[in-house]
């Protein structure tokens, strides 16, 4: 078989979300050749192709990217469709080389250089960050294989609005904010049932006058600037943060009460077709939606950098393999490194880094071969 024509680039992005994109924005400014490949047909579609109803978790002032703050009132917390648009927006006017339609298959190495293989062509470069965060393939327990063919399942990926449903009960399984959002969303025309641990809630409303105080507080200063690899408490809290789930951020326990959400325990089976919770009880229920979690999804990667839980990495750069670095993933670095309002420090370092590694090897390739006699 013929090997797919190379196209050489010094950095290659692969991933064209907000952390992709405020990578291409540092880049550009460092004046680093580079390309941005996105696997979706339009950029922003990873955010349009979530439920119908959600919105940010964070109001627009904390939703621009690095040199284009978001537009519309400070306190509102934008759709999911406006902030998609927003990174279209924000991709044309930096004029920045993003590739749609462009899954990667393959990241390895040869000749000396990193090969990135996507459909039909091969792209050969110096430098690539994987731009993208730690939740790419949906999760879902192998038990799930057992439940009854006619309970209709859909990870919360596949979910889009109850109108997708069967009528009669429904089992939502993961009760953190997508688990919680979605069982709201469904409230209203089933009868829901959520399972899973208590993850904890903030005490305050976030639309409301505390939150207005707190939650500038909490985003620049606690979660990146405290919460940090850099600082004691950070690197203590970490592998917590980075195993659980985070706490609810505009749901509360007697806001799911008042919407007639019953809480129950753990799924951790399903017994003759049903899914079945930890205290042994079965739930005879017509559809069952998994907000069970996300794999990080770098079975793509052929190089020898992948953990258990995360790559290995040190704030993004992987010292094992010159060149190559993360941005976008879970505490990157600080707890805003997967926030919107967060990557865009993540980004200009790896901009630095890379731009610094390019100089040098431009400089080398000039440097005259001395000579003795």
Known sequence: MESPPSEQIDTVVIGGGQAGLSVGYHLRRRGVPFVILDANRRIGDAWRHRWDSLRLFTPSQFDGLPGMSFPGPRWAFPTK??????LERYAERFDLPVRTGAEVERLGEGGGRFQVTTGDRRLEAANVVVAMSSWQRPRVPEFAAQIDPDILQLHVAEYRNPRQLQEGDTLVV?????????????????????????????PFRPEGRLGHVLMPFIGRVIFHRVLTTSTPIGRKVRPKMLARGDPLIRIKPRDLAAAGVERVPRTTGADQGLPQLEDGRRLDVANVIWASGWNPGFSWIDLPVLGSQE??????????EPG?????????YSKSSEQ????????????DLIAARSEEARQASTTPISTTS
């Open 81 to 86: 469709d406006e902030f998609a648009d927003y």
């Open 174 to 202: 993961g009760a953190g904010n997508s688990g919680a959002e979605v069982a709201m969303d469904l409230a209203g025309t089933h009868r829901v049932w959520l399972s899973g641990p208590d993850t904890g809630h903030l």
């Open 311 to 320: 790559p290995m990495h040190d704030r993004g750069v992987v010292a094992a």
């Open 340 to 351: 919107i309002h967060g990557v865009g420090r993540d980004a200009a370092r790896i901009a």
């Open 324 to 332: 190559l670095y993360f941005v976008g993933l879970k505490f990157l």
